[in-house]
C-alpha cells in the first residue's frame, strides 16, 4: 500500500550540489593531495636524464611565455630590452609613423640590381644609379635624426623622470625593419597617436 513503484524511484534523480555564489568552483584538497602536489613541485631529478627533460620543458614554457608576449605586446614576458613604459611608448611612436629607413632596403636592393643589370648596356645609368645611392644616404640620416629628435622630445613631455637614454638607437632599430616583420609586433595602427 505504502510502497513506491517502479516509475517513481527513477524519476527521483539526487540533485547536484549548487556551487555557492563568490566560491572557487571545485573541491578542496585534502591535506594529503596538497602536500604531494607541493612536494612534487620541488621534487630533485633522480639522474642527469630527467634534470635535462625537466629543464627542456621549463625552458620551452619559458620561450612560449616570451613569444606569446611579442605577439600580444605583454610587458611581463618581454626581454628586459624591449620592458617598460617608455619601450612601449617608443615602439608606438615608431609604429605609428611612416619611416624612409623602413623602405631602403627594398629601394636599395631594386637600385642596385637595375645598375648591375643594365649599366652594361647603359653606362649613363651607373652615375645614377650612385646619386640614388647618395640621396637614400642622406635622406636616411635626415629620418634617423628627425626619429631621435621627436622621440626624445615626446618622452621628456610624457615621462619627465625618465631617462631617455639609448632611446634614440632603439627606435632607429625597429625603423629598420618592415612593419610586419616587427617584434613585438605593432599595438598601433599608422598615423595613430601612441598613448
Known amino acids: 500500500m505504502f510502497r513506491r513503484t517502479k516509475s517513481e524511484t527513477a524519476t527521483t534523480v539526487p540533485a547536484e550540489p549548487q556551487p555557492k555564489p563568490g566560491g572557487k568552483g571545485r573541491p578542496t584538497p585534502s591535506r594529503r593531495e596538497a602536500e604531494a602536489a607541493r612536494k612534487a613541485a620541488f621534487r630533485k631529478p633522480r639522474n642527469r636524464k630527467e634534470?635535462?627533460?625537466?629543464r627542456r620543458e621549463k625552458v620551452?614554457?619559458?620561450?612560449?611565455?616570451?613569444?606569446?608576449?611579442m605577439q600580444?605586446?605583454?610587458d611581463r614576458y618581454l626581454p628586459t630590452a624591449d620592458k617598460g613604459p617608455?619601450?612601449?611608448?617608443?615602439?608606438?611612436?615608431?609604429d605609428a609613423r611612416y619611416s624612409v629607413m623602413e623602405f631602403a632596403l627594398p629601394v636599395l636592393l631594386v637600385v642596385s640590381l637595375i645598375g648591375v643589370?643594365?649599366?652594361?648596356?647603359?653606362?649613363w645609368l651607373a652615375g645614377l644609379v650612385n646619386l640614388l645611392f647618395l640621396?637614400?644616404?642622406?635622406?636616411?640620416?635626415?629620418?634617423?635624426?628627425?626619429?631621435?629628435?621627436g622621440l626624445k622630445k615626446a618622452v621628456a613631455l610624457k615621462f619627465p623622470k625618465e631617462s631617455s637614454k639609448g632611446l634614440g638607437f632603439y627606435a632607429v632599430r625597429r625603423t629598420m625593419q618592415m612593419r610586419r616583420w616587427?617584434?613585438?609586433?605593432?599595438?598601433?595602427?599608422?598615423?595613430?597617436?601612441?598613448s
Do not use: C, H, N
Not at 620551452?60 to 608576449?69: L, P, Y
Not at 643589370?117 to 653606362?123: K, L, R
Not at 616587427?182 to 601612441?194: F, W
Open 117 to 123: 643589370v643594365f649599366s652594361p648596356q647603359y653606362p
Open 86 to 94: 617608455v619601450r612601449r611608448f617608443a615602439r608606438d611612436y615608431v
Open 51 to 54: 634534470a635535462a627533460a625537466i
Open 60 to 69: 620551452r614554457t619559458e620561450r612560449s611565455k616570451v613569444q606569446a608576449a
Open 135 to 149: 640621396a637614400m644616404v642622406l635622406l636616411i640620416g635626415a629620418d634617423w635624426f628627425l626619429l631621435s629628435a
Open 72 to 74: 600580444t605586446g605583454d
Open 182 to 194: 616587427r617584434m613585438p609586433k605593432p599595438m598601433v595602427k599608422r598615423g595613430e597617436k601612441p
